[in-house]
């Protein structure tokens, strides 16, 4: 538990004392080499490293290790076209097929037994990879706002902790998705399309966001309207169509509610009401307000739909909720800016104690926090057991 302690408080020091800066978008090409934007590139090197390898080389962490390790066990004998290809007996995406599939063609570990039972050793591979496509998007998206170390003790609670390292596809897909908003807020719609696409393929549900294209676009909203329909109907016979009944199944037949939906859904009302209410505060282009607005809009639907026709099923609402969170990041880290600059620093505090108790209530209180104490990482573990495992095949 020390680690997530240490991690959080060490970003929420950064937070108060490094004054704010100009995003990366705001930064001319010209000036790359001062010695400022210099600085800001190294600290942002450092922390994907330090992000991949929390993420990345985590043993037994995390609410999904064991499903996750049991599925990278299913792609030992499998050939390339079975782990890429949708299949009716199974609801892995092709994306992270092909991650599992590449990294049994390369697994050194491949006769190690990290106990007598399960082999564990490439899904460490399989976790790094995943992490360090996350820890790349993801970080990108924080560099991308004025205050990267608020809006990384933001995130860290629940989308680092909780999806990241909980949610293995839904996380990666996530980190794909923060960058792609910003993408699309730059104008860069096809790189945009291009990243959902690549998300959809590690987790499925990020094909939800293809939509966003038809607020966002100022062209001949008809036809876009048809290319949007058109891409999404495409990418749902590759990757929904042989998932359909299994997909009802889980999440509408029967009536599953996860644990603190409602709370999760609750707390994306406050980023979404000030917002509605202060947009024109916010240094938000006119595409850029558009994506918020339109995450705004779904944040309060959702919460609604928990609490009246659909409380019964929250677990769907809450795996969709997961990827409008982001608009915490966003709004809080920018709330500030709504307040005299000599107050700001103690907003940034309040907002730092309020994600401070978040982590507090999730650590002690939630009903699977469990999973995730205590943190363990392969980098530092004692490897005896491995090692005499090597030395005595006939253990295994």
Known sequence: MLIYWLLFLSFGFLALVIKQREPLSNVNSNSAFNIENLEWGIIRNILFVVIAIFIGFRMDVGGDF???????????????????????????????????????????????????????????????IGALIFSYFFIKFIFSLERPFLALSISFPYLILVVAMGYVRQGIALGIISYALIVLGRKQFIFFTTLIIFAATIHKSAVLFLPILFFTLSVNRF???????????????????????????????????????????????PPAFIFLKY?????????????WMYCAAVSIVLFFLAITIASNNTTALDRIGLYFLLMQVVIFSKLPDLFPLKERPYIILLILIYYFLILFTWLFFADNSHAWLPYKNILFMDHSAINYLIKNPTLL
């Open 66 to 128: 064991g499903q996750y390790r049991y599925i990278y066990s299913e792609f030992l004998d499998e050939g390339f076209i079975r782990s890429v290809l949708p299949r009716l007996d199974s609801t892995l995406d092709p994306g992270f097929g092909l991650i599992n599939w590449i990294v049994h063609q390369f697994d050194a570990d491949d006769g190690i037994y990290w106990n007598y039972f399960i082999r564990k050793g490439g899904f460490i591979y399989v976790n790094f």
């Open 279 to 291: 947009k024109a505060f916010f240094s938000f282009n006119l595409i850029q307000e558009k994506i």
């Open 223 to 269: 036809f876009l309207f048809i290319g949007v329909v058109t891409l999404g109907s495409l990418l749902y016979l590759v990757l929904i169509a042989t998932h359909v009944e299994s997909l009802v199944s889980n999440y509408v037949e029967y009536e599953f509610s996860s644990a603190g939906a409602i709370v999760r859904l609750g707390m994306m009302l």
